[in-house]
Structures are given as structure tokens and as C-alpha cells.
């Protein structure tokens, strides 16, 4: 019952809400990548790689967002049962995992120029990494969930058990000596001149509302399948 | 009826579910606590030297002053510090363009047997501290603290 | 010997990567959500 009552509201809101997301962010993190490539100063040590963080920075809390997104609306399925979540979680995932690869690729083409190297085995890579395999493994388990009709709980608890991943990749870089910097931007205070971390801040709002829309757009995709998949089951038992 | 909710019953077992997990999560992060470093710092070297000729990757501040350049042009030498001891380092080849005294390096090599640490490959380590070039004539420490009067 | 890169060159890559990625996301989701909202109403209409 309730899945019919809820969509209903959540249709009404997403109609407008995808669209204005998707505007919104793409003006915003546009704008903010041509200031940054244009515009914003050069490093002192990096030189002009520096323009790389605008958008390696927003890919990856975004990546990291994505699977915390899959995690809470997973424990929200489990618990009170809410049919949207389960569709939250889903519709999560392929935007996350995009953003996850674009954080593990930009960061590739920075650490070549900066570090000497493509690609380093260091605590903070490696659990970037496993975060992308984790997102494969998430949407290849719950299209086959979807397929062969089994329980949508076990990718549920596969997006919790994952998020494990997601405190270890945030501290890899503070408990173990790697190869990557320290966390620059922590709660309250940043190592950022305030030349670069406006660009940045307004890039990473810009990819969230992109994050958003995306997360929005899959929503409806997912649920107009539900419901043109019941509607079809319906009309062949009518038949 | 005395029984609980059956949501009150599923959330605790999350709960519980979700405390097993990070417990695990963080014994595992603990043990790995030294395996899972990517290099060791000039203190470690010098207080627990690893055997000769096992590969082994070093990592810390190249002290000020300390790069010397042999008269081949190719073969330098220099001081890495983590503020408790140095470490001399040689290498031949080619250095990435951010490696500069007073930044940070990890070097790939074996301790040679007079003390001095033979890399193979020489990584620079970028700092999280983020200055335009405008204040590159300061030095390092001058512009953490405009960066750090600048950004509070 | 330093190694003289064209930093350029990595900027350039790394912002096609990202806005190709990005854009490429968007306009699938899109196209996908339309598709699926159009197979429900013909499936309503039928």
C-alpha cells in the first residue's frame, strides 16, 4: 500500500527537483572549473597541476558520499521498511561509482607530474580503489537481485558491511605513512590558501547538486520500471 | 502485549550489527597498522636498520642545504629527515620536478653498508599545504603561517 | 637531471576525464529516466 501512497509525493517533488538539480549544479561546478583553469593562481611547488584538485577533490567526497548515501538508506530499508529507500540506495550507486573512477583517474594524471608516478600502492589508493571494486560488486549484486527476484536485502547488507571502507579510506592518509597528503580541509580549519578553496568549495556544492540530480533522475527510472512492470503483470492476470 | 516493535527489534539488531562491524573494521586497521605504512621515516631506519639488500622505502623531509650534485651531473646526494635523525641518500637518475630541499620525498632503494641509503627511484611527497606562487619567495614556514592567518 | 613535464598536458587530460565523465552520466541517466517514464505510460495507456 504504502509503495503506491509515497512515490506518488516523491514524483510530484522529483519532477521539478531533477531538472533544477542538474541546471544548478552544472552551472556551478562549470563555472568553477573555468575559473579554475583559467583563472586561478598556479601552485608554488605543483605549478599548474594544482587545477587537477577542482575536480579530484569534489570526485572524491563524492564517491565516498555515494556509498555513505547506499549505506544510510540501506538501514533505513532494513528497519522501518521504506520501498523508496531501497531505490535511493540503488539509484546511488552508478554515480558514485563514476565519480570514484574520475577520483582514482584525475588522481592518476596528477601523481604522474607531482609524486614521479602514475600509481602507488599506498593505504589511501588502495582503499580508493577498493571502493570502486565495492561499487562493482553493489550494482552487479542488485541487478541480480532484480533478475532473479531474490531478497533486495542482501544488497542492503552489502552496502552496510562496505561502509566500513568508507572511515578507513577517510584516515588511511592519518594512521599509516603514504605517499598521499594529509587531509588538507578538516573540520574548522584548512591548509588551502584561499585562492584555490573558493573554486573548490563552489566546484564540489556544483558536483553535489549534479550528485543529486543524477541520484533524482535514477530514482524515477527505477520506479517508472517498478510500476510499468506491475502494470503489465496485472494486465496479463486481467487477461 | 509485552513483545517489542518489531522495527524497535530490527534496529537493535542493526545496532548491534553495526558495532560487531566497525569493531572488526578498526582490529583490522590496528593490525594492520605497520604493514599497510608505505614507507618508513628516518627514526625507524636508524633505530631498527633493515638487512642489507632487502628493498625498502624511505620517506621524509629533504633537510635544507643537503643536495649536492656529483660532477657526472646524474649521481646526488642529499639528507632525508623526519626531525629525530637524517638519513644520507644517493641517487642516479632522473628527479621528478617537485623534488626540493625542504620538501618531502620517498625514496625506493636498499640501505647500503656504510649507512647511506641507495635508492632506485626517488618519489616527491606533496605536503597538504596548498600557497600560490605569488608567495613563493617566502620561505615554507613564512607562507604555512599567511596561509594559515589567511584561511581561519 | 630534473624531469620538465608539460603540466598542461596532464590539466588537459584530467579535465576532459572529468567533464566527459560527468557529462556522459547525466545525459545516460537522463535519456534512461525518459525512456523508462515513456514505457510507463504506454504500458497505462495499452
Excluded at chain 1, 536485502?153 to 592519518?174: D, E, K, L, Q, T
Excluded at chain 2, 639488500?53 to 620517506?59: E, K, M, P
Aim: charged share 15%; hydrophobic share 50%.
Amino acid at each position: 500500500m504504502h509503495i503506491f501512497a509515497n512515490p506518488k509525493r516523491f514524483l510530484s517533488l522529483a519532477t521539478w527537483l531533477t531538472p533544477m538539480c542538474l541546471v544548478i549544479g552544472l552551472v556551478m561546478a562549470g563555472g568553477a572549473l573555468a575559473y579554475g583553469l583559467l583563472y586561478a593562481p598556479a601552485d608554488r611547488l605543483m605549478g599548474e597541476t594544482v587545477r587537477i584538485l577542482y575536480i579530484h577533490v569534489p570526485a572524491a567526497w563524492l564517491g565516498m558520499g555515494g556509498w555513505t548515501t547506499i549505506a544510510v538508506a540501506s538501514i533505513v530499508e532494513l528497519v522501518w521498511r521504506h520501498p523508496l529507500a531501497t531505490i535511493a540506495a540503488r539509484a546511488a550507486a552508478v554515480p558514485g561509482a563514476v565519480f570514484t573512477a574520475i577520483c582514482l583517474i584525475t588522481g592518476s594524471i596528477w601523481g604522474r607530474p607531482t609524486w614521479g608516478t602514475w600509481w602507488v600502492w599506498d593505504g589511501r589508493l588502495t582503499s580508493m580503489l577498493i571502493l570502486l571494486f565495492l561499487y562493482f560488486g553493489y550494482i552487479a549484486l542488485a541487478g541480480a537481485v532484480n533478475r532473479e527476484g531474490a531478497s533486495s536485502r542482501i544488497p542492503a547488507i552489502f552496502g552496510i558491511v562496505g561502509a566500513i571502507n568508507i572511515p578507513i579510506i577517510n584516515r588511511s592518509v592519518v594512521w599509516w605513512n603514504s605517499l598521499h597528503q594529509p587531509p588538507s580541509i578538516t573540520l574548522g580549519k584548512s591548509a588551502i590558501d584561499p585562492a584555490f578553496l573558493w573554486p573548490l568549495l563552489i566546484a564540489a556544492v556544483g558536483f553535489s547538486f549534479i550528485f543529486g540530480g543524477v541520484v533524482l533522475a535514477r530514482m524515477r527510472m527505477i520506479l517508472a520500471d517498478i510500476q510499468t512492470e506491475a502494470r503489465l503483470r496485472r494486465k496479463a492476470l486481467a487477461a | 502485549m509485552s513483545a517489542i516493535k518489531p522495527k524497535h527489534q530490527r534496529l537493535v539488531l542493526l545496532v548491534i550489527a553495526l558495532i560487531a562491524l566497525i569493531g572488526a573494521g578498526l582490529l583490522a586497521a590496528w593490525a594492520l597498522r605497520n604493514q599497510a605504512s608505505y614507507f618508513y621515516v628516518p627514526s625507524e631506519i636508524v633505530a631498527h636498520p633493515p638487512e642489507a639488500d632487502r628493498a625498502v622505502r624511505l620517506g621524509g623531509m629533504v633537510q635544507a642545504g643537503s643536495i649536492k650534485t656529483d660532477p657526472d651531473g646524474v649521481t646526488i646526494h642529499f639528507m632525508v629527515g623526519d626531525g629525530k635523525a637524517n638519513v644520507p641518500v644517493v641517487y642516479a637518475g632522473i628527479v621528478p620536478s617537485l623534488f626540493v630541499e625542504g620538501s618531502g620525498v620517498v625514496a625506493e632503494g636498499r640501505m647500503g653498508k656504510d649507512g647511506t641509503f641507495v635508492a632506485d627511484n626517488l618519489l616527491a611527497k606533496h605536503d597538504e599545504n596548498y600557497v600560490p606562487r605569488e608567495l613563493k619567495d617566502m620561505s615554507g614556514a613564512q607562507a604555512k603561517a599567511v596561509v594559515s592567518e589567511t584561511s581561519q | 637531471m630534473r624531469e620538465a613535464l608539460d603540466q598542461w598536458h596532464f590539466v588537459a587530460a584530467a579535465y576532459a576525464v572529468g567533464i566527459i565523465g560527468t557529462l556522459g552520466m547525466v545525459g545516460w541517466s537522463w535519456i534512461s529516466m525518459r525512456r523508462a517514464e515513456k514505457r510507463r505510460e504506454k504500458a497505462r495507456r495499452k
